[in-house]
């Protein structure tokens, strides 16, 4: 069974950094794409990365360009979002999710990540 588990989440003031950490479990992930998503209080939840667990390539939403990075590490199957520069908007809970056709597609979209974690809470204050 899937399993992701996040961690790194709390409070940080603008400007600062965090790096949330998502370990998977459960199975082989080679040809799973990871994503990072974000729900604030009332809000939808919306994308904000993902990479190919296959060839490293990730795609970003256009809030966090620049200031978010999202990468991998195959050893120890974990992925990761370090996050720059953050503001009082990217307040919010973040979850981790797999979507076990990252060989076709490197999706934005909720319904073709089949797997998620529990999130963790991110707090940027003013």
């Known amino acids: 069974q899937v399993q992701l588990v996040e961690s790194g989440g709390g409070l940080v003031q603008a400007g600062g950094s965090l790096r949330l950490s998502c370990a998977a479990s459960g199975r082989t992930f080679s040809t799973y794409a990871m994503g990072w998503f974000r729900q604030a209080p009332g809000k939808e939840r919306e994308f904000v990365a993902a990479?190919?667990?296959?060839?490293?390539?990730?795609y970003y939403a256009d809030s966090v360009k620049g200031r978010f990075t999202i990468s991998r590490d195959n050893v120890k199957n974990t992925v990761y979002l370090q996050m720059n520069s953050l503001k009082p908007e990217d307040t919010a809970v973040y979850y981790c999710a797999a979507d076990p056709l990252g060989r076709l597609r490197l999706s934005y979209k909720r319904n073709d990540y089949n797997y998620w974690g529990q999130g963790t809470q991110v707090t940027v204050s003013s």
């Open positions: 990479i190919s667990w296959t060839d490293g390539n990730t």
